[in-house]
């Protein structure tokens, strides 16, 4: 598509519970990305896949989180056993290459809510 | 390791006056420096970047941001403002052998009053 699509927009679950976002990066771009973006805690590195690489996790809160990359395309965040702290907004961006001089294109996130 | 300082959490200004947004980082190594743009309810969108020459660099919407190494700081400004100019400014630092993963600075709120 033109753009990075994410799905869905909002996402309302009770605490306890899994949840899985979606994104759906640019065509031919090989360097995908999650973010987080919370109140008080701006936004922070989640994970980033490049090509058929070894994914960087380091950005991952916990083990309760987790992101898979099926075929080099679209990727999906998984939160198990979510709690209160987990409600952001969870932005995804894609780019060619390795993003530095290319810079992102980000998605306009989904806004996860946790009751 | 990385930080990016971005000074103000929020700047209030009247419509067509000028504004400038700080942001100052700190690395050790080579960088690349971004503004990103969100407007409320949406994604963020690239406003510029710096990757190396010219330290003076010229973005969408008017806005333009100077490249000081010396003084670590890469600030926003734009000389006159629009009411649609109202949103939050990330200033972002990306470091090239960490895989294009960035770091954001806090964000600053722009307010435009008419």
């Known amino acids: 598509g033109a753009g990075v699509s994410q799905s869905p927009s909002n996402k309302v679950t009770e605490k306890g519970k899994d949840v899985e976002l979606r994104c759906d990066p640019i065509?031919?771009?090989?360097?995908l990305y999650w973010y987080r973006q919370s109140l008080g805690q701006g936004l922070e590195f989640l994970i980033y896949f490049q090509g058929n690489s070894a994914p960087d996790k380091s950005g991952l809160p916990s083990d309760r989180f987790s992101a898979e990359r099926t075929g080099g395309s679209v990727s999906t965040l998984t939160i198990q056993r979510t709690q209160q702290e987990d409600s952001a907004v969870y932005l995804c961006?894609?780019?060619?290459?390795?993003?530095?001089?290319?810079?992102?294109?980000f998605g306009s996130g989904t806004r996860l809510t946790v009751v | 390791a990385q930080s990016v300082t971005q000074l103000d959490s929020q700047v209030p200004v009247f419509e067509e006056a000028p504004v400038e947004l700080r942001c100052n980082y700190s690395?050790?190594?080579?960088?690349?420096l971004f503004w990103y743009v969100q407007y409320p309810n949406q994604g963020l969108q690239l406003l510029l970047k710096y990757l190396s020459g010219s330290t003076l660099v010229k973005g969408i919407n008017g806005f333009e941001a100077e490249f000081n190494k010396s003084q670590t700081s890469f600030h926003l400004r734009k000389p006159s403002v629009h009411i649609s100019d109202t949103a939050e400014y990330f200033c972002a630092v990306s470091v090239g052998n960490q895989g294009g993963k960035l770091i954001f600075g806090q964000g600053t709120e722009l307010s435009v009053k008419p």
């Open positions: 690395s050790s190594v080579s960088v690349y």
């Open positions: 961006a894609s780019s060619l290459g390795t993003g530095g001089p290319a810079g992102y294109t």
């Open positions: 065509s031919g771009h090989t360097a």
